[in-house]
């Protein structure tokens, strides 16, 4: 095929792509939500209530996606020519390959910034990927109508705390929620997080927080999906350098220069399975000692004022800021462990913690601080392992927060830019 | 220092850089100097038995060489091999042989109460005190003249592409080549970076990938499944090991491909044989043309009739085993494979066709079949073989025995089972790139006569595929520890 007919072809694929989408979307949305309705809101168990407005934007997204494609494909093409006539033909093959490369990365970018991308990874609840999940999670911020918005932010401990199902049934109307936990997190890679959130407004960031958010020696998978070069000054100004481990560090930043290197777990996740990949999870599962408080005394070893503690301390004040800058209101509960855990902690680490989220919360009044008293007690009974808690606990925690965020409502507190 | 590590990456851009403006003679200094120094990464310590095995095999062809009473010549050579042989029985056998010993003579109520060594056993220490062996043989048979130069010599032996993994490189190949000066030519030097991403896909996406299975499975107390289930574990392994070496041993090609060296092909496609003596001509073929050029016709060979020729197979392989790790699981394997080759060379003599002829090239749909199914049989053969070899690896409680039953129970045991797709699947897709790139093994040199357009592709894909399924966690290759 000559280079002409080729251009004429993929310009031509592109352009019919959106004319086509531009004509008939919305009915094509709407008689896909006629037989697929049901479906597509019963796999999104409560993270989308609208199933038509859920397909026209992914239809829209998959027709940006075949747009993207076919300028890549052609920008790669034209790139070829380019490099056939100005180069040496021995080193044609190595740039025409490294362009394509980067075609591919480029692609892979904006991929993944659609949430169609990442529903063709969605695998069942229970078996996707972690940042397949938040990614599709992240994605739907930006299509949420009600009035208000709050996401929640922190480690799988967020998430085992508080259900976002019950916040939305009960709130759905006025304030919808999005609970965007990693697991592992702790305060520095929900700053990440909240940096990576789209520019949508956000009116209250839920975070649960307890002694293991401020632990030394993290095994946080977060800096690898989230840091990005531009993260760099900060994360050394807070002095994260000498607290992560290098290989995070270094897939983050290989992450943040090659997308395609990001998307690799949830893209192998969804090609080989997760039960094959998560053989680690499997080991580290299995290695579970049954009795709780033999497993504490071995979890419990890290739990010691560090560096880290001191750096995600400084992380903490940064989101605050964050926050701030947002005007989202920042809703911190300060945790619990499983007491099992808890006692074996030294009292004066989680006494630390309390005085500086404190101090934290006297200094910024777009702070609100739930402090342990004034949530629901929590007892052994009420925890499943020793951080997270079962789901009768988790109900009515979620209750208790329902019950804040109607209260900040109706008092209206608004986040004050700048305040201190 | 592992090919597969970042580290290595940047020693590699450093080595050329210096490499390419330098004459030859500093080139071979050069090359001597990093080889060393890539050893010593790992750890210094070792480097000066690395310099004495090689000196002492210097100067031992010197006087072979200088020497023509036979007797004067047999002694030196006898003080190579002794000096070699000694070398890798302190570091790598001495432990097994007392166990073994004590075991042996305990129930007959002799106690003996042998030191146990505790040496870290040298990487690579089985490969180069081979090569360097071979070369007072090959002297000692006047098959090449002894090198006057030390320096070339020390190259020869150390040489980082080959030190740790091989190929076993004889010195009539590759001495030549770094006594001359080297002539780089651009299509080798594509030929080169070819084959190392080819190497890279083998050891990081198809070798890596599954031995996080492998391992997790082999780490549980029995076998983890049964059945077919079983056998998959297998099955990746069989694809695992082949990744690890064949890929190591390509990127070992490619880096001396790009400074204009040539090592000799050590796999072909070593799944795609109907037979023994055809998998050993396709699998670690340096290590098996070493062991029939100094072991094999050594022993005899087929000179001495039938038996002896049994005998020799037998023993030829029984020391290839022991040669791949100093346990009874390896010594049984060796036992095994010599087995094959027996009863192999038994049913060739039976039919009257030569045991050593090539695979016929099948013809009509009925001889692909009958080819497809013979192939299929042999690599289930090839599988059982893997067990024994794997389960030498093991190292938890129970034992390796216990592993063997536990697997060998739950693979023969046919029952109805339940398969496990989630995987069966993954391990199929990636034995079948396995089998892709043995398929497509005799292309791979063609590479440099590809399109433009055509390598191009090929390389974004495999940029790609290591990107994406790579496993980039610096895993040991499986061989070093031989």
């Not at chain 1, 380019?82 to 892979?108: E, M, Y």
């Not at chain 1, 996707?128 to 799988?156: C, D």
């Not at chain 1, 804040?404 to 608004?414: A, F, G």
């Not at chain 2, 055809?278 to 072991?295: E, G, K, P, V």
């Amino acid at each position: 095929m000559g280079s002409r007919k080729l251009i004429i072809l993929m310009a031509g694929v592109s352009a019919a792509a959106l004319v086509l989408y531009a004509v008939l979307g919305r009915t094509l949305a709407g008689a896909l939500d006629v037989r697929f309705g049901h479906r597509v809101l019963q796999m999104a168990a409560g993270k989308t209530t609208d199933s038509r407005m859920f397909i026209q934007m992914r239809l829209r997204e998959a027709v940006f996606l075949l747009t993207a494609a076919a300028l890549i494909a052609l920008a790669q093409f034209l790139a070829a020519c380019w490099i056939n006539r100005r180069t040496p033909p021995r080193l044609v093959w190595i740039l025409s390959a490294l362009s394509g490369f980067v075609c591919l990365n480029a692609f892979a970018l904006l991929a993944a910034h659609t949430v169609v991308f990442w529903c063709l990874l969605f695998t069942g609840t229970g078996t996707t990927h972690n940042y397949t999940q938040y990614r599709i999670k992240w994605g739907l911020t930006r299509e949420m109508q009600a009035p208000k918005q709050a996401v929640l932010f922190g480690s799988s401990q967020t998430r085992a705390e508080i259900d976002e199902g019950i916040l939305n049934e009960r709130l759905g109307t006025r304030l919808w929620t999005t609970e965007l936990h990693f697991p592992g997190n702790q305060v520095y890679d929900m700053l990440l997080n909240l940096e990576d959130l789209p520019p949508v407004k956000v009116d209250y960031v839920i975070c649960y927080l307890s002694e293991g958010n401020f632990i030394v020696g993290p095994q946080t998978e977060s800096i690898k999906f989230f840091l990005n070069f531009r993260n760099l000054p900060e994360f050394y100004s807070l002095g994260g350098a000498f607290t992560h481990p290098n290989r995070s560090f270094a897939y983050g930043l290989l992450g943040n220069a090659l997308p395609l290197f990001r998307l690799r777990d949830p893209l192998l996740d969804r090609i080989l399975g997760s039960s094959i990949m998560n053989l680690s999870q499997e080991e580290w599962n299995q290695s579970l000692v049954p009795d709780l408080a033999t497993r504490a005394r071995t979890a419990v070893v890290p739990y010691y004022f560090g560096p880290n503690t001191v750096f995600q301390k400084k992380a903490f004040c940064v989101f605050a800021a964050r926050c701030r800058e947002r005007h989202a209101v920042l809703i911190v509960c300060c945790g619990q462990l499983n007491p099992i855990l808890g006692r074996m902690v030294d009292p004066s680490f989680r006494a630390g913690m309390l005085a500086f989220l404190r101090g934290q919360a006297a200094q910024d009044t777009n702070i609100v601080l739930l402090e342990q008293a004034q949530m629901p007690a929590q007892t052994e009974k009420d925890y499943d392992d020793l951080t997270h808690v079962n789901t009768a606990t988790q109900a009515r925690f979620s209750d208790f927060i329902v019950g804040v965020l109607e209260n900040l409502m109706q008092t209206n507190l608004p986040a004050k830019h700048g305040a201190h | 220092m592992v090919f597969n590590s970042l580290i290595f990456l940047v020693f590699l851009a450093v080595v050329l850089t210096l490499y390419y403006p330098l004459n030859h003679r500093s080139q071979n200094l050069m090359l001597l100097a990093a080889s060393y120094f890539f050893y010593g990464w790992w750890d210094y310590r070792f480097l000066s038995l690395l310099l004495f095995t090689s000196l002492f095999d210097y100067v031992c062809a010197l006087k072979i060489e200088a020497e023509n009473r036979p007797a004067r010549r047999k002694l030196f050579l006898a003080s190579s091999i002794f000096v070699n042989m000694g070398v890798l029985g302190i570091f790598k056998y001495y432990n097994f042989f007392a166990a073994t010993l004590r075991s042996a003579l305990e129930p007959m109520g002799v106690h003996l109460d042998f030191p146990t060594l505790h040496l870290i056993l040298p990487i690579g220490l089985s490969f180069y005190t081979f090569l360097s062996m071979s070369y007072t043989i090959d002297v000692y048979r006047k098959e090449i003249p002894a090198t006057r130069n030390a320096l070339d010599f020390m190259l020869y032996v150390a040489y980082f592409p080959h030190l740790v993994a091989g190929p076993i490189v004889r010195a009539s190949y590759l001495l030549p080549q770094i006594q001359r000066p080297r002539v780089i030519k651009a299509p080798e030097v594509e030929n080169g970076i070819w084959l190392i991403l080819i190497g890279y896909i083998k050891k990081v996406v198809i070798a890596d990938r599954l031995g996080q299975f492998v391992d997790w499975s082999f780490a549980q107390p029995a076998a983890p499944f049964d059945n077919l289930n079983a056998w998959v574990v297998i099955y990746a392994f069989a694809f695992q090991i082949y990744g690890d070496f064949a890929g190591y041993s390509d990127i070992a090609r490619g880096l001396a491909k790009l400074m204009g060296f040539e090592l000799v092909v050590n796999f072909r496609a070593p799944y795609l044989v109907s037979n023994p003596a055809a998998f050993w001509r396709h699998w670690h073929i340096s290590l098996s043309t070493w062991l029939r050029d100094y072991l094999y016709i050594s022993l005899g060979g087929n000179r001495h009739g039938r038996w002896k020729t049994y005998r020799n197979l037998m023993l030829t392989m029984l020391l290839g085993g022991l040669w791949h790790g100093a346990g009874l699981a390896f010594v049984l394997w060796g036992l095994y494979q010599g087995l094959l080759l027996v009863v192999h060379r038994l049913w060739s003599e039976f039919r009257g066709s030569p045991a050593h002829s090539a695979d016929p090239h099948p013809s009509g749909w009925l001889g692909w079949f009958k080819m497809f199914l013979l192939v299929a049989v042999f690599f289930h053969i090839t599988c059982l073989g893997w067990l024994l070899f794997r389960a030498g690896g093991v190292r938890h409680g129970e034992g390796e025995w216990a592993v063997v039953r536990s697997y060998l129970r739950a693979m023969f045991r046919f029952q109805g089972t339940h398969l496990l797709l989630n995987f069966i699947i993954p391990v199929a897709m990636l034995g079948a790139l396995g089998l892709f790139f043995q398929w497509r093994n005799w292309k791979m040199n063609e590479f440099s006569q590809w399109s433009s357009s055509k390598k191009a592709l090929a390389v974004t894909t495999a940029l790609a595929l290591i990107t994406v399924m790579g496993v980039f966690q610096g895993a040991q290759f499986i061989y070093f520890q031989f």
